[in-house]
């Protein structure tokens, strides 16, 4: 009943939109033919036909455009939050394939540490100057220990 709401509200705007329309257009007829209370008829009304025309019409749209820009947009949303929850899962995935992972900096940056001689384990990992920790990850440039520039 709840899925899919953003579409729902576009399709009860253009309803409601229709509904509107055929109430201005009843309304603009019977107001311009009605009688005055003694019986007597002035005949048909055409400036006053037309103006509530005209006028309910212009308000009927904006009223239904409202509503559609809101369905629109909690239609985004919903897509946006499934996009969202995607790329949270493939990140989880490739964290849990990573060997080492730690989250510094606002991404995850792979860090590998350095065997008991200080030495590098890998031929592509860097060593911070300041605390020697070893980072084999190219595109990392600070050390996430200490925040030391690494080459």
């Given at each position: 009943m709840f899925q899919n709401s953003g579409n729902k509200i576009k399709a009860l705007a253009v309803v409601l939109f229709v509904i509107c329309l055929i109430a201005t257009l009843v309304l603009a007829i019977t107001t311009s033919?009605?009688?005055d209370r003694y019986g007597n008829s002035d005949g048909f009304r055409f400036w006053q036909f037309l103006g509530i025309l005209i006028g309910g019409s212009i308000a009927s749209f904006i009223s239904s455009l409202f509503?559609?820009?809101f369905g629109d947009l909690v239609e985004d949303?919903?897509?946006?939050?499934s996009y969202v929850n995607d790329i949270k899962k493939k990140l989880i995935q490739a964290d849990a394939s990573a060997p080492v992972t730690h989250p510094t900096g606002g991404y995850f940056q792979q860090i590998q540490k350095e065997d008991k001689e200080g030495r590098l384990k890998t031929a592509d990992s860097r060593c911070c100057?300041?605390?020697g920790l070893s980072i084999h990850a190219p595109q990392i440039h600070t050390c996430p220990r200490c925040g030391t520039y690494v080459e």
């Open positions: 033919i009605i009688r509503l559609y820009a949303v919903s897509i946006l939050r100057p300041n605390c």
